[in-house]
């Protein structure tokens, strides 16, 4: 990516969790940064501000991924505000859980419409879009690494973003363009410790050798060194954030 003119990231998912703190560590890396949220805009606002009031540029965008209309419109409103996009995290997604056999055809269709259909269409319209010498990162899961029970449909949906990293960072030979994906442990956000009891929570967090939840800025930080220039000779690969749980 060029020094000589601003580099402009767009977050989707960014109004709060991993999303937020992916935000603002790139604009904390010099980007000016796209906060996309589906329905939390004033969290989006908030978030915006506390980049502004550090120096950072940052502008909010609604939009449902699960709609390609409305991603399309993502990536005009960076063109229009920053003249342009060198970076993608494509980290919106929804958690439900429950074992196969209890999982509802509603349970199943979300799902796969934000994390799956909704991955591909940024993915897609960031093939497209993103400026020479750019990077689209995805979001996965360290749940495809150990199989846990009532991940399921959710473990299935972050396979599928998988296998789309690893061959569209082939597809986009001759762009100087790296696609990766970072795939979480256990991270203490809400979508994650929605749902699960206090002992649910404790044994989660001592499956990792370093016996605790990831924090969002563990993730950011593994985010920002793909987005970065060290992170350049890094493409189509699966960076498991996990802090060693598998």
Do not use: H
């Amino acid at each position: 990516m060029s020094e000589t003119r601003e580099k402009v990231a767009i977050v989707t998912g960014a109004s709060r969790g991993i999303g937020a703190a992916v935000a603002e560590r790139l604009a904390g890396d010099g980007f000016a940064v796209v906060i996309n949220y589906a329905g939390n805009a004033e969290a989006a606002s908030d978030l915006a501000q506390r980049i502004e009031a550090a120096g950072g540029r940052a502008v909010t965008t609604q939009a449902d991924v699960s709609k390609p209309e409305e991603v399309a419109r993502l990536f005009e409103s960076a063109e229009a505000a920053f003249g342009g996009v060198d970076v993608i995290v494509n980290n919106a997604g929804i958690m439900k859980l429950a074992p196969i056999a209890d999982s509802d055809d509603a349970l199943f269709d979300s799902t796969i419409a934000i994390n799956l259909k909704g991955s591909f269409n940024v993915m897609r319209e960031a093939a497209q879009r993103v400026r020479n010498g750019g990077r689209i990162i995805n979001m996965s899961t360290t749940v495809i690494a150990v199989s846990l029970p009532t991940y399921g449909v959710y473990g299935a949906t972050k396979a599928g973003v998988e296998a789309m990293t690893r061959i569209l960072a082939k597809e986009m030979r001759g762009r100087d363009v790296c696609v990766n994906a970072v795939a979480p442990g256990p991270t203490g956000t809400d979508l994650f410790l929605n749902g699960k009891t206090e002992e649910q929570i404790a044994a989660l967090s001592k499956m990792n050798p370093l016996e605790r939840l990831g924090s969002p800025e563990d993730i950011a930080n593994a985010v920002s060194f793909l987005a970065g220039p060290e992170g350049g000779w890094v493409n189509g690969q699966i960076l498991r954030a996990n802090g060693g749980m598998a």
